[in-house]
């Protein structure tokens, strides 16, 4: 039995686009920024994305063939994060801003900030009096200041 054609996937709509999803596909934050690789999506099917560089997908977003016949979804994947919470909103909006000097990608919450696992970055939040909790969650850090286009 022959395989599936691998589906290439060139443009990128909003969760809103009515086009029908044919797969889902999972991805971390990371593999959210890649714009040209291979991926499986959780049918199996194999898809290349051949996507506008510094395109950083977002959860719900539907990725459609040359045709925009066919829609894959992106889902983000669970993945390891620290999820960073503090005594009150100011000490949060500290640690924030510390993290920011340090350019690192966040996902920012009224309640939490959430960042990849780092040990030095653990100690640091530490040193703030912040509680640092190991979970395996979808992260969505902040798209950045020049990537709000869509």
């Known amino acids: 039995m022959p395989s599936e054609e691998p589906l290439v996937l060139s443009q990128v709509r909003s969760p809103q686009d009515s086009t029908p999803i044919a797969a889902e596909l999972r991805l971390t934050a990371e593999e959210r920024t890649r714009t040209r690789h291979r991926f499986v999506t959780d049918t199996g099917r194999v898809v290349y994305l051949r996507l506008v560089r510094g395109t950083v997908l977002q959860h719900g977003d539907r990725l459609l063939d040359d045709t925009g016949t066919m829609a894959v979804r992106v889902a983000a994947k669970p993945e390891p994060v620290f999820t960073v919470t503090a005594k009150t909103p ?27 696992p780092d040990p030095v970055l653990k100690t640091l939040l530490e040193g703030f009096n912040a509680e640092v909790r190991e979970e395996v969650v979808p992260f969505q850090p902040e798209r950045g200041a020049y990537n709000h286009h869509r």
């Open 90 to 116: 100011l000490d949060l909006l500290r640690i924030a801003y510390h993290l920011g000097n340090r350019h690192v990608h966040i996902e920012i919450a009224c309640e939490y900030l959430r960042l990849s």
